[in-house]
């Protein structure tokens, strides 16, 4: 393997730890979202005891779970993909059908998200944004900003898997051995 397709290796390889890290990590919160859910029914349905807080920290750590683990999700193929023609096809094929995807849906969506959202997420910032509800959390702007990085690991994974794809149609080695 000449050295360009080494430096592509190492980068794919570089950010696939990242996003597997980063998931894993964000898995975590899956578990802390089921104990907040559960105190907030606890604490509300048998000891007549209600938070706005708790409420809206379950819908903070929902969206740091989905829009977090997005990257996760397409590295380990857990998208949503049509399979009746696609898994019969070679891994040529396959890389083919992925580089395609990656370049014409994934990284224009995630481009027109990201520039949809910029405005949306600097005004957030720009006064603090707080929860309109008495007793909120005041951290709006945070929350809002998962949109961006949602995109912005998307598109590194994307763009990992674009690199794979690539690498895969040149010869140089297949889907298991990119991916180790």
């Not at 397409?74 to 992925?98: C, E, I, W």
């Not at 005004?123 to 951290?139: H, M, T, V, Y």
Request: charged share 15%; glycine share 6%; aromatic share 10%.
């Amino acid at each position: 393997m000449n050295p360009a397709w080494k430096r592509i290796a190492a980068a794919v390889t570089a950010i696939d730890h990242f996003t597997e890290r980063t998931g894993r990590l964000i898995s975590w919160l899956t578990l802390l979202l089921v104990f907040v859910v559960c105190s907030v029914v606890v604490l509300r349905y048998l000891l007549n005891i209600g938070s706005i807080a708790m409420q809206e920290s379950a819908m903070y750590l929902h969206a740091m779970v989905f829009l977090g683990a997005t990257a996760y999700t397409l590295k380990h193929n857990g998208h949503v993909r049509v399979d009746v023609f696609y898994r019969t096809m070679s891994p040529r094929r396959q890389a083919l059908v992925n580089s395609l995807g990656t370049l014409f849906m994934l990284i224009p969506v995630c481009l027109f998200i990201g520039f949809m959202s910029w405005e949306y997420v600097t005004r957030s910032w720009q006064i603090l944004e707080q929860s309109a509800n008495p007793g909120g959390l005041p951290f709006i702007y945070l929350l809002k900003s998962l949109l961006l990085v949602m995109v912005c690991t998307l598109l590194l994974q994307g763009l990992a898997e674009l690199l794979r794809s690539l690498m895969i149609l040149a010869g140089i080695e297949n889907r298991q051995e990119v991916s180790a």
